[in-house]
């Protein structure tokens, strides 16, 4: 005789059928291939939000080293100057400064290059 399962069982495909919705074929509707295929999109999704994090700082890095390089000057020693000056700006906020106030950060850049 076959048993159709309790209750637990059931909730537990319903999750992992609900978490593949929108993948496609029976990927979203068969509950093995669901079950592998989520597995894999929830470890992408994991490891992806440690890559976010590097690709955001090389965007940065990239920017300011362009913003640098108007200032004559390298990225290196813009960044080495900013320590010298004590200057606690993240990378972040630098680049940003660098694409919608290029007047202050060449200010900065000067700072950095009275240091260097």
């Known amino acids: 005789m076959r048993i159709a399962r309790g209750f637990k069982a059931r909730r ?3 999750k992992v059928l609900q978490l593949a919705k929108g ?9 093995r291939t669901a079950a592998n295929a989520v597995d894999k ?3 992408y999704a994991y490891r992806d ?6 690709d955001f700082r090389k965007l940065w890095i990239i920017r300011i080293n362009a913003a640098a390089r108007m200032n004559e000057m390298s990225y290196s020693k813009f960044i080495h100057g900013l320590k010298l000056a004590n200057i606690q700006l993240d990378r972040k906020v ?6 919608s106030d290029p007047a202050g950060f060449s200010h ?3 700072l950095a290059c009275q240091q260097n």
């Open 23 to 31: 993948f496609r074929g029976g990927r979203s509707k068969l509950f």
């Open 108 to 110: 900065i850049a000067q």
């Open 94 to 99: 630098l680049a940003e400064l660098a694409i």
């Open 12 to 14: 537990r495909r319903k």
């Open 41 to 43: 999109a929830l470890m």
């Open 49 to 54: 939000r440690k890559v976010r994090k590097r």
